[in-house]
């Protein structure tokens, strides 16, 4: 024990209050362990650091050899330079015990005890650990970020991705009257659906969500297109920041839902009632075309138009739909309705006269096998059309 005890600065030269004060001071430094290792290893081994360090520059007058002074000198050296290393670790550790919210274990003190960095770049390094320590703003679906690099028209586009590769896309969910088809004439609200497609997303980013389905029969992508990046899939959001549902609420669409991509097929049937009522778009104007107006001579009055009076929006497979229309007195109107197969030839699409009153009625049996979407109703008589649409479900 005496031999042990010479080691021990303060126990050498056997002077009471000495080893009395010695005693004290390393109780104290053993009491520190609760403060942390670090900081007990510190005090600790100060004394012995100081008395060795004293030591190695006499060691010639008390008559010791070099490595003899040198080794404990190393010993007590390397205990504070490991008290110092470990210091940063117990501080983290701290920090994260006092707050358990913080499970990433980052903190600000960190950041700012060994990170000295100028003042600009400091205030980022703040931002960033305090966006890190908070839950990530991540859109709630999966978006892809591109530009559109020309229209085709109201429905469709084409888009650009970072390479350079160039894709055509069609909107789903939604239809605009037809401008390009070479088949057709330019359908009413064709031209002003397409300008306004143009007007708002020509040259600009976009975000692209999918559904099921990645391409359609003729390899144009499908997509819902974002005006910028949702955050969260509140209606509100769907209204404001989805490109498909603007068209819809604004009259310039019919919802038009094609198995399997229906994950928004709800919002665009009540979006397309909402505009239906608030005579949005082509809701509120004759569904006469603007683009090919009929021929009115002096010797015949101006045609009139095609009103919807009724009509069954939405019909189950294998049950009867009927639409109903105010037209003109003693005019002969024809039917047509066109499903993904062709026109259909179910008994009660005929052409039939108006009345007195100039009220014209269909009903008709939706077939058991057809395929659940949005189908146009062509009515035409007396040089005007009408063009309305009734969805086909399960």
Do not use: C
């Not at 100081?50 to 050296?77: D, E, H, R, V």
């Not at 890190?132 to 888009?159: E, H, N």
């Not at 009515?379 to 009734?390: A, H, K, M, P, Q």
């Amino acid at each position: 024990m005496k031999k042990f005890l010479m080691f021990i600065p303060g126990f050498r030269s056997k002077v009471i209050w000495k080893m009395a004060l010695s005693s004290v001071y390393y109780v104290f430094s053993a009491l520190m362990l609760f403060s942390g290792l670090s900081v007990s290893l510190f005090f600790l081994s100060l004394p012995f650091l100081l008395f060795y360090f004293f030591n190695l520059i006499s060691y010639k007058k008390k008559g010791i050899t070099l490595s003899m002074a040198l080794s404990p000198f190393i010993l007590s050296l390397t205990a504070i330079i490991i008290s110092m290393a470990i210091a940063p670790a117990s501080q983290q550790n701290k920090i994260t015990n006092q707050n358990p919210s913080n499970k990433s274990g980052k903190s600000d003190i960190v950041v700012e005890r060994h990170s000295p960095i100028p003042n600009a770049a400091k205030a980022t390094s703040e931002r960033k650990t305090a966006l890190d320590a908070t839950p990530s703003q991540k859109p709630p679906v999966s978006l892809q970020k591109v530009m559109v690099s020309r229209f085709v028209d109201g429905d469709t586009i084409y888009i650009k991705y970072e390479n350079g590769e160039e894709k055509k896309l069609r909107f789903i969910g939604v239809d605009t009257p037809e401008t390009k088809d070479p088949r057709k004439e330019v359908e009413y609200y064709g031209k002003e659906a397409s300008d306004y497609t143009h007007s708002r997303l020509n040259n600009k980013s976009v975000y692209l969500e999918k559904d099921v389905s990645d391409t359609d029969q003729y390899n144009r992508l499908l997509r819902y297109v974002w005006l910028e990046p949702p955050t969260s899939m509140s209606e509100s959001e769907i209204k404001s920041k989805m490109f498909n549902s603007i068209l819809v609420l604004n009259g310039y669409a019919h919802a038009s839902t094609y198995p399997p991509d229906v994950k928004y097929s709800k919002y665009f049937a009540q979006f397309q009632e909402e505009a239906r009522t608030a005579g949005k778009g082509f809701w509120g104007t004759s569904l006469q075309s603007p683009t090919k107006a009929p021929e009115v001579t002096p010797s015949k009055a101006p045609q009139s138009s095609i009103k919807q009076v009724a009509i069954a929006d939405t019909v189950r497979r294998g049950q009867y739909a009927s639409i109903k229309i105010q037209g003109k007195a003693g005019v002969t109107y024809n039917i047509i309705v066109t499903y993904k197969s062709g026109p259909s030839t179910a008994e009660g699409l005929v052409s039939k006269a108006a009345g007195n009153d100039g009220i014209v009625s269909w009903t008709w049996k939706v077939g058991s096998k057809t395929t659940p979407g949005m189908y146009p109703i062509t009515i035409s008589g007396d040089g005007n059309t009408l063009t309305t649409y009734f969805t086909v479900t399960k």
